[in-house]
């Protein structure tokens, strides 16, 4: 009997630590990689971030869990507004028959007015010309690359 109890109870309690472990696999991306992760509810025009996008556009966190889409869309860089309205109502007409998100745009720090590089990528729900939600992730690319280095193994040093 303690067997069969035992495995019920565990398979009761996988879904706990799944979402433990996926909640600690959120807080590395964000804490090295500088993720920030999102959720659009397309019908309500509303969006959900996590703090660091804030940061990320240089804008206060919100005090409210959802904020309207237009706030973040307004520190595109003016020149790329336009394309990057016209790929999102592609994306959401499903033109290029995909269900991934993907977007590099140009934005404006709201606190440096710094012009930095900011890159999307989700997964889109919802019928072609239908779409209901985007989950995704995003990250500033703008200094990826550009002298960054690794510091030495032990095995190197």
């Given at each position: 009997?303690?067997?069969?109890?035992l495995?019920?109870?565990?398979?009761?309690?996988?879904?706990?630590?799944?979402?433990?472990?996926?909640?600690?696999?959120?807080?590395l991306?964000?804490?090295?990689?500088?993720?920030?992760?999102?959720?659009t509810?397309?019908?309500?025009?509303v969006?959900?971030l996590?703090p660091?996008?804030?940061?990320?556009?240089?804008?206060?966190?919100a005090?409210?869990?959802?904020?309207?889409?237009?706030?973040?869309?307004?520190c595109y860089?003016?020149?790329?507004?336009?394309f990057a309205?016209?790929?999102?109502?592609?994306?959401l007409?499903?033109?290029l028959e995909?269900d991934?998100?993907?977007?590099?745009?140009?934005?404006?720090?709201?606190q440096?007015?710094?012009t930095?590089?900011?890159?999307?990528?989700?997964?889109?729900?919802?019928?072609?010309?239908?779409?209901?939600?985007?989950?995704?992730?995003?990250?500033?690319?703008?200094?990826?690359g550009?002298?960054t280095?690794l510091p030495p193994?032990e095995?190197?040093?």
């Amino acid at each position: 009997e303690f067997l069969p109890d035992l495995q019920n109870t565990l398979f009761e309690l996988a879904p706990l630590g799944v979402r433990i472990a996926g909640a600690a696999r959120g807080r590395l991306a964000i804490k090295y990689l500088g993720l920030a992760f999102f959720e659009t509810d397309l019908q309500r025009d509303v969006v959900k971030l996590t703090p660091n996008a804030f940061a990320m556009f240089g804008l206060p966190v919100a005090d409210s869990e959802e904020i309207p889409r237009h706030v973040f869309w307004s520190c595109y860089h003016p020149e790329d507004r336009a394309f990057a309205a016209e790929r999102f109502a592609s994306d959401l007409r499903r033109d290029l028959e995909r269900d991934t998100y993907c977007e590099r745009v140009r934005i404006i720090h709201q606190q440096s007015g710094e012009t930095r590089i900011v890159e999307f990528i989700g997964q889109m729900f919802g019928p072609r010309g239908q779409r209901t939600h985007i989950i995704g992730m995003l990250r500033d690319v703008t200094d990826l690359g550009a002298g960054t280095t690794l510091p030495p193994t032990e095995s190197a040093a």
